[in-house]
């Protein structure tokens, strides 16, 4: 399981490269933070014909809480699911 930085950029020739080594049946999570931006790659991949893309729905560090912080209330992180991060495991 890998999760790509908050930082991570992606180039369009570098995405256009990534595209064609995916395979279509393959099962693909679109992850970013909250999980609406993800949404609309899952969105994108779905229509393009790959056949088992899900949304990480609340994403990866989830919903601001009543103090305006991430990690408290929802997300792949509050739950303590797997993932690696900016080079460290989470």
């Known amino acids: 399981m890998t999760v790509h930085g908050t930082h991570a950029r ?8 990534r595209y064609r080594q995916l395979d279509r049946k393959s099962v693909i999570l679109p992850l970013g933070r909250s999980g609406k931006r993800s949404a609309g790659a ?3 991949l779905t229509v393009a014909g ?4 899900f949304n990480v729905l ?13 990690n408290h209330v929802n997300a ?6 797997p993932g690696f ?6």
């Not at 992606?10 to 490269?17: F, K, M, T």
């Not at 790959?50 to 893309?53: I, L, P, R, T």
């Not at 991060?85 to 989470?90: K, P, R, T, Y």
């Open 50 to 53: 790959f056949e088992n893309v």
């Open 76 to 81: 792949w992180r509050y739950r303590n699911l």
């Open 10 to 17: 992606c180039s369009p020739d570098s995405l256009d490269v």
């Open 42 to 44: 899952a969105e994108i």
């Open 85 to 90: 991060l900016d080079g460290m495991s989470v």
């Open 58 to 70: 609340d994403g990866f560090e989830g919903d601001l809480d009543g103090n305006k912080e991430r």
